[in-house]
């Protein structure tokens, strides 16, 4: 029996859900929910039908599992607790401080109704977060550092449009190649903040807009670009979508530590990954832990659950003996 899907949003994480799931043969895509004119909305699998989000409570009998493909900033804080009363549900929430309440809240409704809740789901927090805690428990006196790309920022390109005179705008994010090295020769360096990373901004002004303005206005933003070395180039409209259209990223989880009885012998963890597209590669780890979820429920759990909660073993489609013979 398959797992049957269920997305809500159909932006880039929503469509990348779609393709991840046409790549595991134990799931099935029964519907997207859109805020939109569901008339409007195409998708490319031909089984599956789009329906406005206010269907959505109507179909909890036939969608195993809920990927919530909102944002962070406003949406999930209100879409994941409201649909985990009558899904299992999963989403990506990145709002790393806000972690504590947001799980709150989506434990009170998933455990009132019998539910399976995984949030926070994707790379970063995600994979970086597993890796952190494993490479925490290993080596408990240690160094802990993440650096992030190369790779296009959307939430800082989104700062950037909205800047009076950018018409478009890709922001990226490029670790500092001496401070990585540092971090990879075992030497610990104490890294600021400007010191880890530079922003390279491509932008597209408007016609007539003040260059010398738009410029000032990005390198002193509070809490996006005035802690970083921050290099500014104006484009054209057609240059950006021809070399800037994609949204690639990355980057690396690393822990320096030491053992022996004198901390005679020192050890770096890296982690690392590379991705040709941010949306897709999230979606990916998505479904994997959708999968997880419905197997979670099937043994009556309940409640909110983080990547640290679910068993390496509920995310893969393969049985226990044939990860015990081909991967372990």
């Known amino acids: 029996m398959s797992v049957r899907i269920g997305i809500l949003g159909y932006g880039n994480l929503g469509r990348g859900v779609e393709c991840a799931i046409k790549h595991n043969p134990d799931m099935e895509l029964v519907a997207v929910f859109t805020r939109r004119n569901p008339k409007d909305v195409t998708i490319l699998t031909e089984t599956a039908k789009v329906y406005s989000v206010n269907d959505a409570e109507?179909?909890?009998?036939?969608?195993?599992?809920?990927?919530?493909?909102?944002?962070?900033?406003?949406?999930?804080?209100?879409?994941?607790?409201?649909?985990?009363?009558?899904?299992?549900?999963?989403?990506?929430?990145?709002?790393?401080?806000?972690?504590?309440?947001?799980?709150?809240?989506?434990?009170?409704?998933?455990?009132?109704?019998?539910?399976?809740?995984?949030?926070?789901?994707?790379?970063?927090?995600?994979?970086?977060?597993?890796?952190?805690?494993?490479?925490?428990?290993?080596?408990?006196?240690?160094?802990?550092?993440?650096?992030?790309?190369?790779?296009?920022?959307?939430?800082?390109?989104?700062?950037?449009?909205?800047?009076?005179?950018?018409?478009?705008?890709?922001?990226?994010?490029?670790?500092?190649?001496?401070?990585?090295?540092?971090?990879?020769?075992?030497?610990?360096p104490q890294l600021s903040t400007r010191e880890k990373h530079t922003r390279e901004c491509f932008v597209v002004a408007k016609e007539g807009a003040d260059l010398a303005r738009i410029e000032r206005d990005i390198k002193t933003m509070p809490n996006y670009f005035d802690e970083y070395d921050t290099t500014v180039h104006f484009i054209s409209e057609e240059e950006l979508k021809k070399n800037h259209s994609g949204i690639p990223h990355g980057g690396f989880v690393i822990r320096t530590g030491k053992t022996g009885w004198n901390d005679e012998n020192s050890h770096v963890i890296e982690y690392s990954l590379k991705l040709d597209s941010n949306p897709e590669f999230t979606s990916s780890v998505l479904v994997a832990y959708a999968r997880a979820a419905y197997r979670m429920n099937q043994e009556g759990q309940k409640g909110c659950k983080t990547v640290f909660d679910v068993a390496p073993a509920y995310l893969s489609a393969m049985s226990g003996e044939e990860l015990r013979k081909h991967l372990l």
């Open 58 to 188: 109507k179909m909890k009998d036939q969608i195993d599992v809920l990927i919530i493909c909102g944002g962070s900033a406003t949406d999930l804080p209100i879409q994941t607790p409201k649909y985990a009363q009558w899904f299992n549900v999963i989403d990506s929430f990145d709002t790393h401080k806000r972690i504590p309440e947001h799980f709150a809240a989506v434990d009170k409704s998933a455990s009132e109704n019998g539910h399976v809740g995984i949030i926070s789901v994707g790379w970063d927090p995600g994979m970086f977060s597993l890796n952190r805690m494993y490479a925490n428990a290993i080596l408990p006196g240690g160094c802990d550092y993440t650096f992030w790309g190369k790779g296009v920022s959307q939430g800082h390109s989104d700062a950037i449009r909205r800047i009076e005179g950018v018409k478009d705008a890709r922001q990226y994010t490029i670790p500092v190649e001496a401070a990585l090295e540092s971090v990879r020769n075992g030497e610990n």
